[in-house]
């Protein structure tokens, strides 16, 4: 017993001394315990050789920490965003301590500000990105980043420094090509407690920039001393100098700072935030739309821009849509009476004679609007001059105009996108919007980005180009500067054509693979985090191959199947030929980064496959997210398909031998040209001698030659001289683009051969156009047919759910085509093999290569050898995905055949026959519960399922597999709308493709035992559906004309969510409790995740006070009747300024008080007239009002 | 019998002359076809581009390739070299035999029209059964017609597309 209970005894005294033991070196340790954190390795190694340093995690608001009384503490500033201080009151009280009473502080990066926030000095620094590089006012984009030494004090932190400039009294330690790092420095003025050590020191794209602000300052505090440096040191710099100059600058720091012990705190690492989760089907990104060129109104009315691309964008799934206010001069068509009561600004330009006016606006907007589609008017610039106030005062001008939704109602625009503003860190430009639109939105696009409070951030395709070449757009790792949460929008190149309307601002020349890398690089940062994109267009008529992609791609963010040439990416493309020009192309320009093939090559893919042509490699994207570039995606083959051809009888009729001069009839002249010239044997036969990009009528841009071309194998040899200035020009046949070749001056003039292929004998046009830059002279044009067979490829659905790559073949012996069709987030495809002709006794042997895989099953267990029903193939590489083949369809004769590890199948062609088969991949070890059922899952994707959408406009859908799958239906007729469709129990309103001989292509989720409804035509627009901007937001269950489920899938940014209910209303709630934001017979929601219950009803007491409209994030909207109140609460947690108040509208009487806010007179708006006024007054109340909780009081 | 001197100051003076002219004289003949359209009812014209295409149908037949290649232009010859290149398999006698003798009846047909330009004439006759006409191109080289390929032009069904036809098919060469 006693010794028990000394045992006992002894245990717990050793619990206890290890407790204590615990406890103390708790207390001893300067702070939390050490976790890996990102910059904490470099900075380990960096400071190595430096005693008794400890790395440490830099503690978040309310954490606890110890530092220990003459040790030194070294903070790296965080690498992102951040506002307001990073220290609570007690630790900063800590902190401030710890330098009085000895301690020395360094302080890297943001953390320069904490001198300020421990009441050292006091003046604040100015923290903010240093960026150089992600706009066209460069072709390098390289900057260089330090110090110039300016004081002879501290030498032992500059002694030594390795060189990493040309004078001694500079040291650059930070950098890039492009360059975007933090940077904390006294701009607006100096320190004045502190001794400025060094100011900051750039050099673009080599040349020394003028000295900087302070950037380096020490100061004495108490027995403590302070040095905060604004950047933080690069360890980790591709460019060895900097490298080198930044450790040992560290160092140097360090040794100042240690005593004895020096603790180093670093950055945390940025919490990951978890993508929303979404239903099957539900769009990445909740917003797109397309951006309407100055209506010029001689040719193009409002209704044909609604019928010819509002529907079509609006069928496809679009819910925005921008109007280009300003025109080329930058001027709008929105004149300013003189004797207005808002004074006109002098500089501003509202006479345009290109543009849309008042009218347009309001008639467009009416249109989009009934259609549950927002309309944002596009300034760029604001049509009026430079100074802050002209600006503003145009953009409170327009907003009175064109956006005041009291007058204007369901007219009025929901937004502006700026190109350039003020540095707007107080809102102002918010401020002169919300006054008339409470709840519309401010974007501005692109860089140089600075403070722009209560607006949103938007990338800008014209940002991709160069100072000296206009190919626009960002891509894949091209100018990686927008991060998402900061640019949530985007401003997206679809303009095939240079745009050349803008002098010195050249922007366009985009094509279908800039189209999809931008669009996918776009999404896949944004993926159900909220945002939106919009693309800049020619006009319909220029580029309707253009348009096709963008609804297509945008139809299925970052899942579209695709078909593209690699006319821009391509490694002979446009990009890849613009480079050549410059002395030293910035890195990652021609591709994105990404792997590339030649402009001929036509690739199919969507988020899950890439297949490089049928001859061409077949990747893999494991994580479906259509990342295909090389070390990103698997290889499952390098070369899928090879046909043979044998046993046929050359034919002697058709034999033919060519080789065309298309010089030999001579040249034409100077002048007298258009922008085309064609040549025919009918007409013109003389091929100009130069092509000039901008010389009409000196010289055309483009010549068009008419070829009688045999079919087979050609090349195509070619020499351009360049006459005046450098350029780009491109071959193409028929449309078809097979080379972009650049031309200089200072380039010797070379022979270039182009591979030609014919699979077609009609009358081609063969056609040579100058892209950009100056003239060309054509030395040598000709043709040699050099082989039997022309194979020529062509997008035959280009994109959307369903894509279809077709290749054509033809040769003396056979003519046949090879289609293979894929669908939007499908890993597989099937391909078509359909052959027209073929000369007697002629064999094709077809082998598939998929090295690694080998055989596992059949479904009837058949012998490899012999295969016609399904089968499954299992890759080596337990990470390579199986694959499961199914012949679908086959001649009597043909089976397929797995043998020494590879797939064959041997045929004997007739004219007329048709073979097909699927491919597809399943997750590792999965393939054997696919098996079964692979047949119909692919057979669905080669023919689509016709759907009839009966009196109703309704059709239901049964699945019979017992696995989850996509599936496309071909819907009979134009939809006019997007399709309501109903899966698993949720409704959603989704977009359709269309078919090029009528009809509609919808994907829609199948899950086992689910019943899919479709509802399409007019009356998805009268039922309980989602509001302005929420279609692609939202998904509804069971919804009445009274009542529906909500699941706000992601946040909008752009717009509330809202629910446009069937019946009138006059009392809402939420979860049973009463919301009072509605407008109408729309409910508005805050812009968050969540699942609301939302029911209406009409009790007919008058009109219940409540908020038409706002952009205030509402958690509590109520009107309480006992109180006479309407109480408003928002979310504390918002980011917008302090300075920057809310403004809403309010239905029902007119209030008679505001706590937290102040009701707006209409006659401090300055309205046009006071039946204006009366009007404003007729649609609502204005009130302003702050964060928190603001009550609305209404007098008896 | 005793040579008469003055025999032999005429073979030597005719030898001399001929040193001194020979020389000058072109190499390759002009083109004996007459220039321009080719008058189908002249039996002498198209006798000539018979005798180049049945030259080529006897190499054919025989699997002469010495004769086929001598019979056909160097641009002719590498044609069916591209042609049989997708099959794997090389220009022989086994394939001259599958060529067969397809050339020279044609020219039996109902001409449609013909042209002569330059070194390279084409002549477009009527195919059986209304698919258009076949053009035959022939091309001279100096000394004798070679027969340069031909072509099914499925869209010819008159004279004057024929027409547009044979000159497509000899100009910009």
Redesign the interface.
């Known amino acids: 017993m006693l010794d028990k209970t000394t045992r006992t005894a002894n245990g717990v005294i050793r619990v206890l001394t290890l407790g204590l033991c615990g406890f103390v070196a708790a207390c001893l340790l300067p702070g939390p315990v050490p976790s890996p954190t990102p910059m904490a390795g470099p900075w380990q190694s960096a400071l190595r050789e430096v005693p008794n340093v400890q790395m440490a995690v830099q503690p978040l608001r309310g954490e606890a920490f110890k530092v220990v009384a003459g040790s030194g503490l070294l903070v790296v500033g965080a690498d992102r965003d951040s506002r307001g201080s990073d220290l609570d009151a007690g630790q900063r009280q800590m902190l401030a301590r710890f330098v009085q009473e000895g301690g020395r502080l360094v302080l890297f990066g943001d953390a320069a500000q904490w001198v300020a926030d421990l009441e050292i000095e006091p003046e604040l620094p100015e923290r903010g990105w240093f960026r150089w590089g992600f706009d066209a006012r460069t072709d390098v984009g390289r900057a260089r980043v330090g110090l110039r030494v300016v004081s002879g004090k501290q030498p032992e932190l500059f002694d030594g420094l390795p060189s990493s400039h040309a004078d001694d009294n500079t040291v650059l330690f930070a950098g890039g090509a492009p360059c975007r790092l933090r940077r904390c420095h006294w701009a607006i003025g100096e320190p004045r407690n502190g001794h400025v050590l060094a100011v900051g020191a750039v050099e673009l794209d080599g040349v020394d920039a003028l000295p900087g602000a302070p950037l380096l300052v020490h100061w004495q505090h108490g027995r403590g001393e302070v040095l905060a440096c604004g950047v933080v040191p690069e360890l980790q710099n591709s460019d060895p100098v900097l490298q080198a100059a930044a450790a040992a600058f560290v160092q140097r720091c360090a040794r100042w700072a240690a005593g004895k012990q020096l603790v180093v705190w670093t950055e945390r690492a940025a919490p990951v935030e978890p993508v929303p989760e979404l239903l099957p089907l539900a769009p990445l990104l909740p917003h797109w739309g397309m951006q309407e060129p100055s209506l010029d109104r001689a040719r193009r009315r409002v209704d044909e821009v609604v019928a010819d691309s509002l529907v079509g964008s609006f069928e496809a799934g679009a819910d925005l849509c921008v109007l280009e206010l300003t025109d080329a001069e930058g001027a709008a068509s929105v004149p300013w009476a003189a004797q207005d009561p808002l004074k006109p600004v002098a500089s501003y330009r509202g006479n345009s004679p290109v543009g849309w006016t008042r009218d347009a606006v309001a008639e467009l907007s009416t249109e989009a609007h009934a259609r549950s589609m927002l309309v944002v008017g596009g300034l760029d610039p604001v049509p009026a001059g430079s100074g802050a106030t002209e600006q503003l005062v145009a953009l409170r001008y327009l907003s009175r105009e064109l956006a005041d939704v009291r007058r204007a109602g369901a007219a009025a625009l929901d937004g502006f996108a700026l190109r350039q503003w003020l540095l707007d860190g107080k809102g102002y430009g918010t401020t002169m919007l919300q006054d008339f639109a409470p709840a519309a939105a401010l974007l501005l696009s692109g860089e140089p980005t600075g403070p722009f409070a209560g607006g949103l951030r938007a990338l800008h395709a014209d940002d991709g180009a160069l100072h000296s070449l206009p190919w626009s757009g960002l891509a894949g790792s091209w100018r990686r500067g927008f991060p998402a949460d900061e640019f949530p929008f985007g401003v997206l190149e679809a303009r095939y054509g240079i745009d050349r309307r803008r002098p010195g601002r050249w922007r366009g020349g985009s094509a279908p693979d800039w189209i999809v890398a931008q669009a996918n690089e776009f999404v896949r940062a944004r993926a159900g985090r909220g945002g939106g994109m919009w693309w800049l267009c020619d006009e319909a008529a220029v580029a309707p191959a253009a348009l096709g992609y963008v609804r297509g791609v945008s139809l299925e963010p970052l899942r579209a199947a695709v078909v593209v040439p690699l006319v821009a990416t391509g490694a002979d493309g446009t990009r890849a030929a613009g480079a050549s020009l410059l002395e030293a192309p910035p890195a990652g320009y021609v591709a994105g980064g990404a792997a590339t093939a030649s402009v001929a090559v036509h690739v199919l893919q969507n988020n899950w496959l890439q297949l490089a042509g049928t001859g061409g490699a077949l990747r893999f994207d494991p994580q479906g997210l259509a990342r295909f570039g090389d070390g990103e995606a698997q290889a499952l083959s390098g070369s899928f398909l090879r046909s043979r051809l044998f046993g046929g009888r050359p034919d002697g009729g058709a034999l033919r031998s060519d080789q065309t001069d298309f010089l030999a009839n001579g040249r034409r002249p100077e002048g007298d040209h258009g922008p085309v010239l064609r040549v025919s044997a009918a007409g013109e036969r003389r091929v100009p001698t130069i092509l000039a990009a901008d010389e009409q009528p000196a010289w055309p841009r483009t010549v068009c030659i008419e070829w009688n071309a045999p079919p087979g194998y050609h090349e195509l040899t070619i020499v351009l001289r360049a006459v005046r200035q450098a350029g780009v020009a491109t071959v193409a046949i028929d449309g078809t683009v097979l080379r972009a070749l650049p031309f200089s001056p200072t380039a010797p003039v070379q022979p270039v051969t182009i591979p030609v292929h014919v699979s077609s004998g009609a009358l081609r046009v063969l056609q040579v156009q100058v892209e950009h830059g100056g003239s060309c002279a054509i030395d040598r044009l000709e043709v040699v047919r050099r082989g039997d067979v022309g194979v020529e490829a062509a997008a035959l659905v280009p994109a959307g759910s369903r894509a279809i790559l077709s290749e054509r073949a033809e040769s003396s012996y056979h003519a046949e085509r090879l289609d293979v069709v894929t669908q939007a987030d499908f890993a597989g495809f099937v391909l078509r093999l359909h052959n027209d002709r073929a000369v007697r006794n002629l064999q094709v042997e077809r082998v598939f290569a998929l090295p690694g895989y080998t055989f596992v099953d059949s479904v009837d267990g058949e012998e490899p050898t012999a295969l016609r029903q399904p089968f499954l193939l299992r890759a080596a590489n337990a990470a390579m995905p199986d694959l499961v083949v199914a012949p679908l369809q086959l001649s009597r004769y043909e089976q397929l055949r797995w043998e020494n590890g590879q797939l064959s199948m041997r045929s004997a062609p007739e004219a007329g026959a048709c073979s097909r088969i699927g491919f597809l991949f399943c997750v590792p070890g999965e393939g054997d519960r696919w098996l079964p059922y692979a047949g119909k899952v692919l057979a669905a994707v080669d023919q689509p399922q016709r759907l009839d959408l009966e009196a109703l406009g309704e059709a239901t859908l049964v699945g019979d597999l017992p696995l989850a799958t996509s599936r496309v239906l071909e819907i009979a007729g134009r939809s006019g709308a997007p399709f309501a469709v109903c899966e698993q129990g949720w409704w959603q309103w989704r977009g359709s493709q269309a078919v090029a001989g009528g009809g509609r292509w919808l994907r829609v989720h199948q899950a086992p035992g689910d019943t899919v409804r479709v509802v399409g035509g007019p009356s998805v627009l009268a039922r309980t559906r989602p509001g302005p901007g929420s279609m692609r937001l939202l998904a509804l269950r069971e919804p009445t004309p009274t009542s529906a489920t909500v699941r706000v899938l992601q946040p909008s940014r752009l717009a509330p969510p809202s629910v446009v209910f069937a019946t009138d209303f006059d009392a809402v709630t939420i979860d049973g409790a009463p919301w009072d934001w509605f407008d109408g017979r729309t409910v508005f929601m805050p812009d968050r995740t969540a699942t609301l219950r939302v029911q209406v009803q009409q009790r007919g007491n008058g009109e219940r006070p409540h908020v038409r409209s706002t952009r205030a994030p509402l958690t509590t909207c109520q009107y309480v009747p006992e109180r006479r109140e309407l109480v408003l609460v928002t979310d504390p947690a918002t980011d917008r300024a302090s300075e920057l108040p809310w403004t809403a509208v309010l239905a029902g009487p007119v209030p008679v008080s505001v706590e937290n806010g102040e009701i707006v007179a209409d006659a401090s708006l300055r309205l046009p007239s006071a039946e204006q006024a009366a009007r404003a007054a007729a649609g609502g109340t204005l009130i302003r009002f702050r964060s928190g909780t603001t009550k609305v009081r209404y007098g008896d | 019998m005793a040579i008469d001197r003055g025999w032999w100051a005429v073979a030597l003076s005719a030898i001399g002359i001929a040193a001194l002219v020979f020389p000058w004289l072109p190499g390759p003949w002009p083109n004996p076809l007459p220039q321009g359209e080719l008058d189908l009812a002249a039996p002498a014209v198209v006798h000539s581009l018979r005798d180049a295409a049945a030259a080529v149908d006897a190499a054919?037949v025989q699997g002469d390739l010495a004769a086929f290649t001598a019979a056909v232009?160097p641009?002719?010859r590498?044609?069916?070299d591209?042609?049989?290149?997708?099959?794997?398999r090389v220009l022989d006698a086994a394939?001259l035999r599958?060529?067969?003798a397809?050339?020279a009846e044609w020219l039996d047909a109902d001409g449609l029209a013909g042209v002569v330009v330059g070194e390279r004439a084409a002549i477009a006759v009527r195919r059986p059964d209304g698919d258009g006409a076949?053009v035959l191109?022939f091309q001279w080289d100096g000394q004798r017609l070679r027969f340069?390929?031909?072509?099914?032009a499925a869209a010819v069904r008159d004279a004057a597309a024929a027409q547009?036809a044979v000159?497509?098919a000899v100009?910009?060469?």
């Open positions: 054919c232009t641009e002719h590498a044609a069916l591209q042609s049989l290149g997708p099959l794997d394939a599958e060529l067969g397809a050339r076949q191109k340069d390929g031909s072509l099914r547009a000159e497509a100009a910009r060469r």
